[in-house]
């Protein structure tokens, strides 16, 4: 297939509408319907399903598109390779994070990238766990870069280490001289925890649960941005890792303080990039960046 076609087909694919992907690649939506056509009679077999308003691929066009993906990415990855070659210092690395990590560790890492090899872009996407998973299994992503990632044959784990869970507080509460602290210590203030849909909620409300201990009464939230505030600002206790407060910490805005209670699981820090294919020059630059700072995070 020509690869004008394979890049029809991907973002017909992606947008699940003709219509809408001749917008974003700015051709004529019957361009793309005719060589669609074309192909399927060559086929023998329909890509897509034909709804209203509405493209889904069909099993054939399940394999098709994965198919095309893949040519799509080796294709992009032989170019890197040939510009490498020609000496020109560019290239693209595509980093699938947390939102706590943008915010954290990776300022660092564009810093370094734009001071270091100005000519590399980095595309950084701050997505849920399992977003962080399917954009590197898919190739949407080069490397993911983030908590808790499920065990699955199709990524490769480069580096992992696991992050205490400790209570986190402002400077001037009761609780913040203390080394380390349990679970029951908290209990006599205002709780601000992490709800289930994060990765770390769950550890939360898991430890808790093991340990006997209901927090009905507390408040939960998926930003981290309004725990960490809501902590700041008031004598209420939340439950974090050690990096989500970094930054607060510096700044002397918040205390860290790790939990005793074998109760409450850490969490795992990952670093993982696709089993299948090869990563160019700038994707392996950036990837032992990300593995030195797994390496060196305490935990």
Known sequence: MHSRMLVYLDEVARAGSIRKAAEKLNVASSSI????????????A????????????????????????????????LRERIVDMKGWRRGLVRIATMAGLANTLLPDVVIWMRERHPFVKLVISALSVNQVTNAVITGEADL????????????????????????????DHPLANRETIRLGDCLGYPLIVPDRGMTIGRLVADGFERAGVTIDMAIESNSLELLKQTASRSQAVTFLNEIDVAVERRRGELVFLPLLDEHMGPHMFMLVHRTKGRLDAAQSLVMEELRKIIRETPG
């Open 33 to 44: 319907n005719r060589q669609i056509l074309a192909l399927e009679a060559e086929l023998g």
């Open 46 to 77: 329909p890509i897509f399903e034909r709804m209203h308003k509405h493209m889904r691929l069909t099993a054939t066009g399940e394999l098709l598109i994965a198919h095309v993906r893949d040519t799509l990415r080796d294709h992009r990855q």
């Open 144 to 171: 993911g870069f983030a908590f808790n990632l499920p065990d699955d044959p199709k990524l490769r784990v480069v580096a992992s280490a696991r992050i205490p869970i400790g209570a986190v507080m402002a400077p």
